[in-house]
């Protein structure tokens, strides 16, 4: 197997969409499936992370699907459920596609400690990874990393900053 910095760049399309709380970016695939979800003020990290999980990529600009995006913005407009509808797909390990997957199934309106996502993925001790693979989530909002709060129902860490974790809970009519 060759090493990622030997293969030819991933190529994903970027787009961006206009939100409540700032402008999100959009990368997808050539199937139209999302593979990374962020804010361009923190777009850095966002390609960052990119190249940690496929290697060397190549960003074009490029419309995401037009589905996605109606579906991004009825779920700011209110219609929770939209986030379901899109299609995504990611790069991690194992252990990291588990929690992110099981992210996925926590409903909106409701949120999850840290320990509590780990025992649900017969990892109770492994409450510390689950706040890594937590925090190197590629899609904010679709795999809904929010939804995540300390033990003590404090809001913690939130790759897009605690002021959009906030709005995203009080969103989904989480009293925070």
């Given at each position: 197997m060759l090493a990622r910095s030997t293969m030819t760049p991933e190529r994903f399309g970027?787009?961006?969409?206009?939100?409540?709380?700032?402008?999100a970016l959009l990368v997808t695939d050539a199937d139209g499936a999302l593979r990374?979800?962020?804010?361009d003020d923190y777009e850095h990290r966002m390609r960052d992370l990119l190249r940690l999980h496929h290697g060397?990529?190549?960003?074009?600009?490029?419309?995401?699907?037009?589905?996605?995006?109606a579906?991004?913005?009825?779920?700011?407009?209110?219609?929770?459920?939209?986030?379901?509808?899109?299609?995504w797909r990611v790069a991690g390990t194992p252990f990291q596609q588990k929690?992110?997957?099981?992210?996925?199934?926590?409903?909106?309106?409701?949120?999850?400690?840290?320990?509590?996502?780990?025992?649900?993925?017969?990892?109770?001790?492994?409450?510390?990874?689950?706040?890594?693979?937590?925090?190197?989530?590629?899609i904010s909002v679709v795999l809904p990393c929010h939804r995540l709060i300390g033990a003590d129902g404090s809001l913690v860490?939130?790759?897009?900053?605690?002021?959009?974790k906030r709005w995203l809970l009080r969103h989904e009519g989480v009293a925070v």
């Open positions: 970027l787009d961006r969409l206009a939100t409540p709380i700032g402008t990374a979800l962020d804010w060397a990529v190549n960003l074009i600009d490029q419309p995401a699907p037009t589905a996605m995006k579906a991004l913005s009825a779920y700011f407009e209110g219609d929770l459920g939209q986030l379901a509808r899109i299609a929690v992110w997957t099981a992210l996925a199934k926590i409903p909106a309106g409701t949120t999850m400690s840290y320990g509590t996502l780990a025992a649900k993925i017969e990892m109770p001790k492994a409450i510390r990874a689950v706040g890594h693979a937590n925090g190197s989530n590629p860490k939130y790759g897009g900053g605690l002021e959009r």
